[in-house]
Structure formats: C-alpha cells, structure tokens
C-alpha cells in the first residue's frame, strides 16, 4: 500500500499548515478575502434573494434558476428584492473573461461553433446562473465572447479546442484578474 507525503508527515507529528490565501472568499476563522469582485457584497447576500432582472434566488447560501424556489420565495415576506452579480456585470459591461476566437475555420464553421458556444454558457449557467456570456461581438477578422465570470471563459476555450482543435492560450492578468482566452485555427 502506498502512503502519500502528506500522511507520512502527519504520523511523524508534524504540523502541516495549508495556504488558506487561495481558496474561496471567506473571510471566516481570520483567512484573507482572495475574491476581489467588486459586485458581491463583502458582507454577503440577505437569504433569502430573489433577482429582479433574471428571476434567479439566492436561497441557502446558492444562487439557483429553479422557477419553483423562485415562486415559492416569492410569496415569502421576508425576502430581499436585489440585482444579482450577474445582472449587474451584463448592465456595466464588466466582463471577467474575454474569449477570442479567430481564424478561418471559425468562418467556416461558424454557425457550429456559435451552437456549441451557447449550449455550453446555458449548461454553466444552469449550474450558476451567475455565469454567463454578456456579449458577443465581431471585430474584424475575429469573434469575442465576454463573460461574467473567468472559469467559465476558461471552460469554453477548452471545449472549442476539445471539438474543433487548434491552438488555446489561456492567461489570467490585470488587477482584478480577467481570464483571456485565445484560440485560433487556420484549416
């Protein structure tokens, strides 16, 4: 049987410490707010939510796009009326991702594309409804896609290149970080 680093370590008694700087935006038990997204609240959400714009809810600490929460919530007296994250990105333009495509097979398999672009935003955002495409734009010899959210730019980079091959480079930078996603494919 095979014994990991990590459980060694551990049954010779040393204290192993984790980075907690990466993981989430909890600021609970004294760990450091890592999330920098300026439309979540620092203080968190009223639960229950419902938004006004997209007819999401936000119950149980999830944003979810369940009609049937949504009517059941929406006879509850207590709950807030708000605009989620998502909404108000798609209202100022505020992209997390940018996804840009180019290349001539993208003109010629357009239309493909552009279906299994949208079939893939409607699966992420069916799991959370806070992710979504905001735009989608042509500029000359290339396609942007802007997202409100930077894992799902990320993901549909890698699903055109699962399909449709070609060369992806994917890059986080900038202050807050936005994931930019090229992909490419001559013939």
């Given at each position: 049987?095979?014994?990991?680093?990590?459980?060694?370590?551990?049954q010779?008694?040393?204290?192993?410490?984790?980075n907690?700087?990466?993981f989430?935006i909890?600021?609970?038990r004294?760990?450091?707010?890592?999330?920098?997204?300026?439309?979540?609240?620092?203080?968190?959400?009223?639960d229950?939510?419902?938004?006004?714009?997209?007819?999401?809810?936000?119950?149980?600490k999830?944003w979810?796009?369940?009609e049937?929460?949504?009517?059941?919530?929406?006879?509850?007296?207590?709950?807030?009326?708000?605009?989620?994250?998502?909404?108000?990105?798609?209202?100022a333009?505020?992209?997390?991702?940018i996804?840009?495509?180019r290349?001539d097979?993208?003109?010629?398999?357009?239309?493909?594309?552009l279906?299994?672009?949208?079939?893939?935003?409607?699966?992420?955002?069916?799991?959370?409804?806070?992710?979504?495409?905001i735009?989608?734009i042509?500029?000359?010899?290339?396609?942007?896609?802007?997202?409100?959210?930077?894992k799902?730019a990320a993901?549909?980079?890698?699903?055109?290149k699962?399909?449709?091959?070609g060369?992806?480079?994917i890059?986080?930078?900038?202050?807050?970080?936005i994931?930019?996603?090229n992909?490419?494919?001559?013939?």
């Amino acid at each position: 049987m095979k014994v990991s680093r990590a459980f060694r370590f551990q049954q010779k008694g040393a204290i192993m410490t984790m980075n907690s700087n990466k993981f989430g935006i909890s600021d609970k038990r004294g760990r450091t707010r890592t999330s920098v997204d300026a439309f979540l609240p620092h203080e968190g959400f009223k639960d229950p939510s419902l938004c006004t714009s997209c007819k999401s809810s936000y119950h149980h600490k999830r944003w979810s796009c369940d009609e049937e929460i949504y009517r059941e919530l929406e006879l509850n007296p207590a709950v807030s009326h708000i605009t989620c994250p998502a909404c108000q990105k798609i209202a100022a333009g505020y992209p997390e991702g940018i996804v840009t495509l180019r290349g001539d097979y993208l003109w010629e398999h357009e239309q493909e594309i552009l279906r299994l672009l949208d079939n893939v935003e409607q699966e992420a955002s069916a799991k959370n409804p806070l992710e979504r495409v905001i735009r989608t734009i042509r500029e000359e010899d290339r396609l942007v896609i802007e997202t409100t959210e930077e894992k799902l730019a990320a993901h549909l980079g890698r699903v055109i290149k699962r399909a449709h091959k070609g060369e992806l480079k994917i890059s986080w930078a900038g202050n807050p970080d936005i994931c930019r996603v090229n992909w490419e494919r001559q013939q």
